[in-house]
């Protein structure tokens, strides 16, 4: 049973034939720029939902856990995403406030990951975030908290068939 279902997962296709170049040289010196830029070619590759990414967050002793959630904007206080600060991630942001988001999408073969400290945005921004959610009611939750994460460091990351695989990294810079 086991060994058949390994033989499963080890044969399964990783990336597709076609994948996109990426020539790091030619690549625009604001990381964000870039993320918007793979953001609409995902979009224009058929990736359905290219915002949703895994969010990795650690508890007070280090210990992690990571889920999906969707990245809501990226403007000069870092990468938004909301949740509830009730919230497994909520009350592990509180006691640590230090993420990771990772992308992938898996039409291009491509990845994206940041990781830094995370802030709390206003409560008016993130009242706004939570009216303006899909299939809102007009309720209020208070809980809902919309915050930033501020990219110490930013991993653009391009499958290639030949295994040379393409990593272009930022440091810690300008995200507007
Ligand atoms: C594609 C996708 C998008 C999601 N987006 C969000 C989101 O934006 N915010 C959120 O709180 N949970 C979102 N969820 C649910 C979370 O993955 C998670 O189950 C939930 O927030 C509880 O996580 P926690 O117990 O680790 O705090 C999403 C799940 C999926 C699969």
Redesign the pocket.
Known sequence: MSETFRQLLRALPDFPELLPGFDPAAAPADPAELFRQWLREALAAGVT?PN?CS?A?ADGLGRP??????L?DIDADGWH????RA??????LSANPQAALNFYWQQQGRQVRAAGGVIELSAAASASDWHTRPGADGSDNPDWQLYALQPREIEFWQARHDRRHVRHRYGQQSFS
Do not use: V
């Not at 856990?65 to 969707?70: A, W």
């Not at 995403?81 to 509830?84: E, G, I, N, Q, R």
């Open positions: 939902q949703a969010l967050t856990s990571s889920r999906m959630l969707i809501k995403f909301a949740t509830s919230s497994r991630k909520g009350r592990e």
